[in-house]
């Protein structure tokens, strides 16, 4: 079956990093854009990156670009959000997405906690 698992996420000081980890399976991931949402506590969720299928292109979301970098390696079905420069306004759940035309794939989520 369809597995997007999340992995990476954690405790971490202001001006720290993560590198966020999706490992898919169950469908053919190279053919899927992936992207990164999160969620904060009360907010709705929204869009931080994606990523092509292809790795041809990126995008960002406003508050994250210079900090954020998403990227792929279809040989490992694996897509990774490094976080560098945190905020506690990063804080959130952070979620997976795989996306082809109208089919979409949700991951469980990993917590990222930016606290002094």
């Known amino acids: 079956q369809v597995q997007l698992v999340e992995s990476g996420g954690g405790l971490v000081q202001p001006g720290g990093s993560l590198r966020l980890s999706c490992a898919a399976s169950g469908f053919t991931f190279s053919s899927y854009a992936m992207s990164w949402y999160r969620q904060a506590p009360g907010k709705e969720r929204e869009l931080v990156a994606t990523?092509?299928?292809?790795?041809?292109?990126?995008n960002y979301a406003d508050s994250v670009k210079g900090r954020f970098t998403i990227s792929r390696d279809n040989a490992k079905n694996t897509a990774y959000l490094q976080m560098n420069s945190l905020k506690p306004e990063d804080t959130a759940v952070y979620y997976c997405?795989?996306?082809?035309?109208?089919?979409?794939?949700w991951g469980q989520g990993t917590q990222v906690t930016v606290s002094s």
């Open positions: 997405k795989a996306r082809r035309a109208f089919i979409s794939y």
């Open positions: 990523i092509s299928s292809a790795e041809s292109t990126t």
